[in-house]
C-alpha cells in the first residue's frame, strides 16, 4: 500500500477520544455536527452529529427512510445540506466536491449504469477520471470479475453489480470508501462473500462508511454503528457494548422431561424470568455467571437434557428496545 | 476535456450495441428519403412544384426530421439514465455535469452526421433527381438547428419525470411545431395568429435557416435566423441549468 498524502489533523479537539476499535492513528476523517437536511417541509435528517475515526468500518444503520442515505450523500458532497458543518478528510463537501471527489470512493443506493456498458469500459472509463488509480485488471481480479471483463452490465447478477460497484469506489485509491446499502437484495451467499471484501477494504488501511438495515451486517462488519430513526441519531457506539448496555440479558434455552422446574430456575443467582413451553424451559438472566450457574443447577438436579442453547441478544433486540418496534427492510 | 472525448466514444459504442436506436437513428430517415423520392420520382410530372419538392423540400424534411429524432432519442436516454440512476453514478464522480449532458449533445451530432452522408451517398443512384447544396453552409446550419432541437430537448428531459413518457410528450411538442415551420406550408399563406405563432417558435428559423442555407442565400438572409436559434440555445441552456434534475 502506497503512503498516502494526507492532510494535517484537525486541531480541534473537543471531541471524546477515538474508541478502541478506531485506527491506530484516531485521526478523525468525517466531523458532521448538526447536520439538517430538509426534502420541501419534510424534514429528513436533523440534529446529526457523528465522527468516523481513520481505518474504521462505521455503520449508519436504522430503517428505510431513516435518513441513512440523505446523511450519506450530503457527506459524499452528491447532495446539499440545509444546515450543519460536515468536513470529510478535511474538505467541506458542498464547496471542495471536485477535491473530495478524488480522495473518496462511492457506492450509491440502487445506482446503475448503462445497459450495455461492458465491466471493462466501465472501470477503463472511472480509471481515466482520476489522477491516481490503481490497476484495473489487478482489481477485477481481486473482486473475481476478470471472466467478466467482457459482459454487458445488464447480463451481471446482483452480487457480480455490486462487486463492480466496488472496483468503481476502489479505482482511485481512496482513503474513505463509501458504501450505501451494499448487500440489500443479495442472496445469503453472495451477501457473505461482498462482507469479506469490505473487510478487505478495511485490511488495506482505507476507512469504511457504510450503512445498511440489516443489523447482522452491522454486527459482523462495523467497529461502531450509530443508529438513525425518523432522521435523528439515536445512539452510537461498538455493537457489543450496545448490546451489553441496552440488553444486558440473556437467554438459556433447554428440554427436559422433568416438570415443575420453574420456581427453582427463578432462584438461580441472576436469573429473571423463566418460560415454560412443554418441556422447554426459557431462563432469562443477567451477569456473566448466570450461563454458568445454570449448567450448575442442571448438573445437580441430574437432569436429562436433550437441547440446551444460550440465547444472545443482538443489535435487533438494542433497536426494539430503543425504538419500541422492529427493523424493517 | 479527456473525460468528454472517453464518455462520448463510450456512448457511441453503447448507442450502436442497441440495435433499434441505431436503425430508427439512421435506417429510417435515410429509407424515408429514399422511399418518397422514389414514389414521387418516376412517373410523376416534372412541373416545377416536383422538382422543388425532390431537389429541396424532401431533403431539408428529412434534415430536420433526423434532428428532431436526436433530439427525442436524447430525451429517452436522458430520462432513463435518470431513472435507472445512471447519471447520479455519473455525476459522483470528478465528472462535469456539463461534460455528462455535453457528450450526449456530441453523440447525436455524430448520428445525425452520419445520417446526412449517408444521404446523398445513397441517394447518387437510388433518388430520382440530383441534389445541389452549399455543403459547407448547409453543414453548418445543421449543426446550429440540431444543437438549438437538442437543447429543446433537454429542457423537456428535465420537466417530464417519468421515462415511458418521456419520448411520446417530445413528440408531442415537437412534432407540432413542425407544422406552423414553413416547411410544409409558407408562413406567409398562413392565418395570421398561425403565422405569427411559428414566428415566435424556433422551429420556424431552423428551417429558414436549413432552406436558406441550402440554397446559399446570403448572410444578410441567415443572420436573423440564426441569431433567432443562437437565442433558443442560450435560453434552454439558461433554463436547464437552472431546472435539470439529475434524479
Not at chain 1, 474538505?91 to 462511492?106: H, K, M, S
Not at chain 2, 438549438?148 to 410528450?169: D, E, K, N, P, T
Request: net charge positive; with cysteine.
Amino acid at each position: 500500500m502506497p503512503p498516502l498524502e494526507r492532510p494535517p489533523a484537525p486541531t480541534l479537539d473537543t471531541s471524546p477520544p477515538p474508541p478502541q476499535s478506531a485506527g491506530a492513528s484516531g485521526r478523525r476523517v468525517i466531523e458532521v455536527a448538526q447536520l439538517r437536511k430538509l426534502y420541501g417541509s419534510t424534514v429528513a435528517v436533523d440534529d446529526v452529529s457523528f465522527e468516523v475515526f481513520e481505518g474504521e468500518i462505521f455503520g449508519l444503520i436504522g430503517p428505510n427512510g431513516a435518513g441513512k442515505t440523505t446523511t450519506m450523500e450530503c457527506i459524499e458532497g452528491v447532495r446539499k445540506a440545509d444546515a450543519g458543518r460536515t468536513t470529510v478528510l478535511g474538505l467541506d463537501p458542498a464547496r471542495d466536491a471536485n477535491a473530495l471527489q478524488e480522495r473518496i470512493g462511492v457506492q450509491l443506493q440502487q445506482a446503475q449504469l448503462q445497459k450495455r456498458i461492458r465491466v471493462w469500459e466501465a472501470v477503463d472509463l472511472w480509471a481515466s477520471l482520476y489522477p491516481r488509480t490503481v490497476d484495473g485488471r489487478a482489481l477485477l481480479e481481486q473482486l473475481g470479475l476478470t471472466e467478466k471483463r467482457n459482459a454487458s452490465f445488464m447480463s451481471l447478477s446482483g452480487g457480480q453489480k455490486q462487486r463492480l460497484f466496488i472496483a468503481l469506489a476502489l479505482i482511485n485509491d481512496p482513503e474513505v470508501v463509501f458504501l450505501d446499502e451494499l448487500t440489500t437484495g443479495l442472496d445469503p451467499q453472495a451477501r457473505r462473500a461482498i462482507w469479506d471484501l469490505v473487510n478487505g477494504i478495511r485490511s488495506r488501511g482505507k476507512t469504511v462508511f457504510l450503512t445498511t438495515h440489516l443489523m447482522e451486517e452491522a454486527e459482523r462488519l462495523c467497529d461502531r454503528v450509530a443508529i438513525i430513526e425518523h432522521g435523528r441519531l439515536i445512539e452510537m457506539g461498538a455493537p457489543a457494548d450496545l448490546v451489553r448496555q441496552h440488553c444486558p440479558e440473556r437467554g438459556v434455552v433447554f428440554s427436559s422431561d422433568r416438570d415443575g422446574l420453574a420456581g427453582e430456575l427463578e432462584r438461580i443467582a441472576g436469573a429473571g424470568s423463566v418460560r415454560v413451553e412443554g418441556a422447554t424451559y426459557t431462563v432469562q438472566g443477567r451477569g456473566d455467571d448466570f450461563v454458568t450457574a445454570v449448567i450448575r443447577f442442571i448438573a445437580a438436579h441430574a437432569l436429562t437434557v436433550r437441547d440446551f442453547r444460550t440465547v444472545f441478544p443482538t443489535l435487533e433486540d438494542v433497536f426494539l428496545k430503543l425504538t419500541g418496534h422492529v427493523i424493517r427492510g | 476535456m479527456r473525460g468528454l472525448l472517453k464518455l462520448t466514444w463510450l456512448e457511441i459504442r453503447i448507442f450502436v450495441r442497441e440495435p433499434l436506436g441505431f436503425v430508427a437513428a439512421v435506417g429510417i430517415p435515410l429509407a424515408m428519403f429514399l422511399v418518397i423520392g422514389r414514389t414521387v420520382g418516376p412517373g410523376a410530372d416534372h412541373s416545377a412544384r416536383t422538382t422543388q419538392f425532390l431537389a429541396q423540400d424532401l431533403p431539408l424534411f428529412v434534415s430536420i426530421f433526423i434532428s428532431i429524432n436526436a433530439a427525442l432519442s436524447l430525451i429517452a436516454v436522458i430520462s432513463i439514465y435518470r431513472e435507472g440512476g445512471i447519471l447520479k453514478r455519473l455525476r459522483a464522480t470528478p465528472l462535469r455535469p456539463a461534460v455528462i449532458l455535453g457528450a450526449h449533445v456530441l453523440v447525436k451530432l455524430v448520428f445525425t452526421g452520419i445520417s446526412l452522408v449517408l444521404m446523398p451517398l445513397a441517394g447518387r443512384r437510388l433518388y430520382p433527381v440530383p441534389l445541389h447544396a452549399h455543403v459547407a453552409g448547409f453543414a453548418l446550419a445543421v449543426v446550429v438547428t440540431t444543437v438549438a432541437i437538442l437543447c429543446m430537448g433537454f429542457v423537456i428531459a428535465s420537466m417530464v419525470g417519468i421515462a415511458r413518457f418521456a419520448q411520446l410528450i417530445g413528440s408531442a411538442i415537437l412534432y407540432p411545431m413542425l407544422v406552423v415551420s414553413g416547411m410544409f406550408v409558407p408562413l406567409s399563406s398562413m392565418p395570421p395568429p398561425l403565422a405569427l405563432l411559428g414566428t415566435v417558435l424556433p422551429m420556424s428559423h431552423a428551417v429558414a435557416l436549413l432552406r436558406g442555407a441550402w440554397v446559399g442565400a446570403g448572410w444578410l438572409v441567415l443572420l436573423p435566423h440564426l441569431g433567432a436559434l443562437a437565442l433558443t440555445i442560450a435560453t434552454c441552456l439558461a433554463l436547464t441549468t437552472r431546472v435539470f434534475r439529475w434524479e
